[in-house]
């Protein structure tokens, strides 16, 4: 399975999100330039996280966007299907031989896994709550 930059970007939109809560609605614009991401295509992804109840827009001239749930509560499983579908390693696992599938299979319940135990709140504090300092190797 391979993550296209919708679902990146999608993720960067959520996580800036997450990481704004609090502060009014935040502006795909702001969010573009400051991760050097086209503004237009941010307008893209967006409409797929509204319809599905992760994000309500906020109309006017300090608009933008905000979570509509709380960003524990918004796993990066989430926002993946949303904006890629399924997560499938492989198509037509039920054609493959039995060592195959019973791979294929082990290999998606992984990556689902990972997807559906990361929230977006440990996706936004993730670079706060890691140690800033250097590894030490001693000899």
Request: aromatic share 6%; charged share 25%; glycine share 8%.
């Amino acid at each position: 399975m391979k993550i296209s930059t919708k679902g990146r970007y999608g993720l960067t939109v959520m996580i800036q999100l997450a990481k704004h809560v609090g502060e009014g609605p935040l502006s795909l614009k702001r969010i573009a330039k400051e991760h050097d991401l086209s503004e237009h295509y941010l307008e893209q992804l967006v409409p797929p996280l509204r319809n599905s109840g992760l994000v309500k827009s906020v109309r006017g001239a300090y608009g933008g966007y905000v979570l509509a749930k709380p960003a524990n509560e918004i796993t990066a499983g989430d926002i993946i299907r949303i904006l890629e579908g399924p997560i499938t390693p492989v198509e037509g696992i039920e054609d493959e031989e039995p060592a195959k599938q019973h791979l294929w299979i082990q290999i998606r319940d992984a990556v689902k896994h990972v997807l559906d135990t990361t929230t977006l709140d440990d996706l936004a504090n993730y670079e706060t709550n890691q140690e800033n300092e250097p590894y030490m190797f001693y000899i």
